[in-house]
């Protein structure tokens, strides 16, 4: 299994400043996941954060607005920029062991 | 791109009533993979099917796989309050490929 930690747990935010959450795993992984959940709906992968390279963006989802560090194997940031109120979402970041997927409890981002 | 469509979208049943969503994807799965998520709370894991037409069992929930690997199903006995949540399926991109493509999510409630 993995144990992952998300910071902040929820934030309130003004639109047109930005928000880094940071994703922490328990050991060493070579890929990790930024998911956003809309209220209500499923997840939609943002953005795959690997060690040592660009992060690979999803369809629809650009570097500037989502900007995502990967620093080591165990740790990735992602920021949201220049926020405004669609940006209202959960943000989860997930990590892949063994095919399976495990989840961070999550960051409730709501934008004013 | 890919699809994963899940039904019912919303299904709310009596305790002890059974309870089934089904998951179809455009394209072949290599797998399938099953994920529970609590009311406030982020995915779990719950069990992944490789082969086709396989069924597996965890005490009151039975998981199906299709046979041309492109649909599953999943359905509760006798639901009981902590059964409460969105089920959500999810497949590979392609075979070979870690990033999934999640469901569109069937939500449960109970009513006691």
């Known amino acids: 299994s993995a144990v992952i930690s998300q910071k902040p747990s929820r934030d309130i935010c003004q639109r047109g400043t930005s928000l880094t959450i940071q994703c922490q795993v328990d050991s060493q992984v070579t890929m990790m996941f930024w998911y956003r959940q809309q209220p209500g709906q499923s997840l939609t992968l943002i953005a795959t954060?690997?060690?040592?390279?660009?992060?690979?963006?999803e369809s629809g989802f650009v570097i500037d607005k989502f900007p995502i560090s990967r620093p080591n194997l165990t740790f990735s940031t992602l920021t949201v920029s220049n926020m405004s109120p669609e940006d209202s979402s959960i943000y989860l970041c997930?990590?892949?062991?063994?095919?399976?997927?495990?989840f961070g409890p999550g960051t409730r981002l709501t934008v004013t | 791109g890919q699809q994963v469509m899940q039904i019912p979208q919303y299904q709310h049943v009596q305790e002890g009533e059974d309870f089934t969503t089904y998951c179809n994807s455009s394209?072949?799965?290599?797998?399938i993979q099953w994920y529970k998520q609590r009311p406030g709370g982020h995915p779990v894991f719950l069990i992944q099917l490789v082969k086709s037409g396989e069924v597996k069992k965890q005490k009151r929930l039975t998981f199906q796989f299709g046979e041309a690997k492109k649909n599953s199903s999943l359905h509760i006995t006798a639901t009981q309050t902590t059964d409460v949540g969105t089920y959500f399926c999810?497949?590979?991109?392609?075979?070979?490929?870690?990033?999934?493509?999640f469901g569109t999510g069937t939500r449960l409630t109970i009513i006691p």
């Open positions: 394209t072949t799965l290599s797998n």
């Open positions: 954060a690997n060690q040592g390279s660009e992060a690979t963006y």
């Open positions: 999810a497949g590979p991109r392609g075979f070979g490929n870690e990033k999934l493509t």
């Open positions: 997930s990590v892949e062991r063994q095919t399976k997927e495990y």
